[in-house]
T-cell receptor, first 112, second 114 residues
Framework: GQSLEQPSEVTAVEGAIVQINCTYQ??????LSWYQQHDGGAPTFLSY????GLEETGRFSSFLSRSDSYGYLLLQELQMKDSASYFC?????????????FGSGTQLTVLP | KAGVTQTPRYLIKTRGQQVTLSCSPI?????VSWYQQTPGQGLQFLFE???????NKGNFPGRFSGRQFSNSRSEMNVSTLELGDSALYLC?????????????FGQGTRLTVV
């Protein structure tokens, strides 16, 4: 089966940097995605890593190490609006289909 | 370009009833996936439809079923509702190709079973 582990909660102050880790176990691994979900909102796509290394998109960066089955989301210059839940998700192969399996989410609280 | 539309947004049902939820994907997207979200459980994959065929299925009982129409709209049905079925049901649409990396979610249908 597939499983993902990520911390349930993280707290940081405005302007700081925070890293949310994700470890996974899966077969047929294709890539690791990150989604953000504000309370009452829909999950929105942040990033996708298929290859090892760092992908940067503005204040957000995502890292993947396939050999370690590990990735992280790095959020810099934190703002209050970054308070949300962050989910890592593994894209894996199941026959001809591709499936997204999500972690349980990390609730990020940004304090003033 | 319109986003993913889910109807209804809120629903209250009693145990034993059945319910049908609807999802209209982004125009041109052929894949629709359904997820159940409960507090602390993340998003649990229900099933995925692509070109009217169920391509993938999660570990949910047979009471949960779905279908997809020729216009890519999808419906999800839950029969014989149980209290534990209370959750936010999300659908996500994507192009569906193997190289596709991004899924677009609707606002969800919040189902309460009483």
């Amino acid at each position: 089966g597939q499983s993902l582990e990520q911390p349930s909660e993280v707290t940081a102050v405005e302007g700081a940097i925070v890293q949310i880790n994700c470890t996974y176990q899966t077969s047929g691994f294709y890539g690791l995605s990150w989604y953000q979900q504000h309370d009452g909102g829909a999950p929105t796509f942040l990033s996708y890593n298929a290859l090892d290394g760092l992908e940067e998109t503005g204040r957000f960066s995502s890292f993947l190490s396939r050999s370690d089955s590990y990735g992280y989301l790095l959020l810099q210059e934190l703002q209050m609006k970054d308070s949300a839940s962050y989910f890592c998700a593994v894209k894996s192969a199941r026959g001809s289909a591709r499936q997204l399996t999500f972690g349980s989410g990390t609730q990020l609280t940004v304090l003033p | 370009k319109a986003g993913v539309t889910q109807t209804p947004r809120y629903l209250i049902k009693t145990r034993g009833q059945q319910v049908t939820l609807s999802c209209s994907p982004i125009s041109g997207h052929r894949s629709v996936s359904w997820y159940q979200q409960t507090p602390g459980q993340g998003l649990q994959f229900l099933f995925e439809y692509f070109s009217e065929t169920q391509r993938n299925k999660g570990n949910f009982p047979g009471r949960f079923s779905g279908r997809q129409f020729s216009n890519s709209r999808s419906e999800m049905n839950v029969s014989t509702l149980e209290l534990g079925d209370s959750a936010l049901y999300l659908c996500a649409s994507s192009l569906g190709g193997q190289s596709n990396t991004e899924a677009f979610f609707g606002q969800g249908t919040r189902l309460t079973v009483v």
